[in-house]
């Protein structure tokens, strides 16, 4: 049987990728943020995951105005970076795994998630990033990935009930397939920010503070907090959050929280991570 082990929380700040792919992380702005991530490299390295569920948005990157689903998943052999305006990252093509995601679909839709199936995606940053973090810079990726692309980008975005209710439907669906695989969630995005209109810039450390502590100790009540909180409080991208929902609903109710960083500023976000294990 599969099992969700643990769950993986992090921003996705384009420009971290930026600056990896230039090898930027000892100057004194990225220093500070490649820190939070060195316990992380160590950790994943001992629990070698055999494949990572990814929640990201695409930024308009794969999913023009033209489509936008709310939540797809990617069931492809392989999944290329994508090319946002500077040509495709420097990393490598990640490898999906075609029967989970498959099975995936198969047990989140007749648990009455609509879910759309994607066969052919490019990935942008929102997937990339994380990998970047917490992996480095290796000629091929050490699992396989499975991206699930949730809309955050034109409204309306699912609700953060919503995105913790499909979590606990991934990890039935993790449960029933048949075959041993130590499987990890991640949701990226955020923490506060709005890169657009006359609030660009905003940080709101005390909202995402009591986001962070809320995620790990209270998730039932943080996912009935409503969107629009999450922008007025967060800013226009701060929804981006409610991603995290959905890895934290794959989990168990009280987990082992191993690993928490904060960090303001990355580009115009806030940045925070977490590590969490199921502890049976
Ligand atoms: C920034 C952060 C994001 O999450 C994103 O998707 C785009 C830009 C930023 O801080 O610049
Ligand atoms: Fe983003």
Redesign the pocket.
């Known amino acids: 049987m599969a099992k969700i082990t643990a769950g993986v929380a992090t921003s ?1 700040v384009p420009a971290i990728g930026a600056a990896v792919d230039l090898g930027k992380q000892n100057e004194p702005y990225w220093a500070p943020v490649f820190a939070g991530y060195e316990y992380s490299k160590k950790w994943i390295a001992e629990q070698k995951p055999d494949v990572i569920l990814l929640v990201y ?1 695409d ?1 308009a990157t794969a999913f023009s105005m033209d489509l936008i689903p709310t939540f797809a998943v990617g069931c492809a052999e392989s999944f290329s970076p994508a090319d946002e305006g500077w040509g495709p990252r420097p990393v490598p093509t990640v490898q999906g795994h075609p029967r989970l995601a498959a099975h995936i679909c198969q047990s989140v839709i007749q648990q009455d998630f609509d879910l759309t199936i994607v066969n052919k995606m490019d990935v942008d940053h ?1 997937l990339t990033v994380p990998l970047s973090l917490l992996f480095g810079q290796p000629e091929e990726w050490p699992c396989k990935i499975i991206p699930i692309a949730v809309n955050v980008v034109l409204y309306p975005p699912p609700s953060g009930s919503r995105c913790y209710a499909l979590g606990k439907a991934l990890r039935k669906a993790v449960e029933s397939f048949d075959e041993d695989l130590n499987v990890q969630i991640w949701g990226t ?1 955020g923490m506060s920010h709005q890169i657009q209109g006359p609030r660009a810039g905003l940080i709101n450390q005390d909202f995402d503070n009591a986001f962070l502590e809320r995620l790990v100790y209270d998730p039932d009540g943080l996912a009935k907090v409503p969107h629009i909180d999450y922008v007025r409080e967060a800013g226009s ?1 701060g929804i ?1 959050l409610v991603m995290w929902l959905i890895m934290r609903g794959a989990l168990n109710t009280e987990v082992e929280q191993k690993h928490r960083f904060y960090h303001v500023p990355a580009s115009n976000t806030a940045v925070g991570h977490l590590i969490l294990e199921n502890t049976d």
Do not use: K
């Open positions: 996705h948005n930024h929102g995005g991208e981006e």
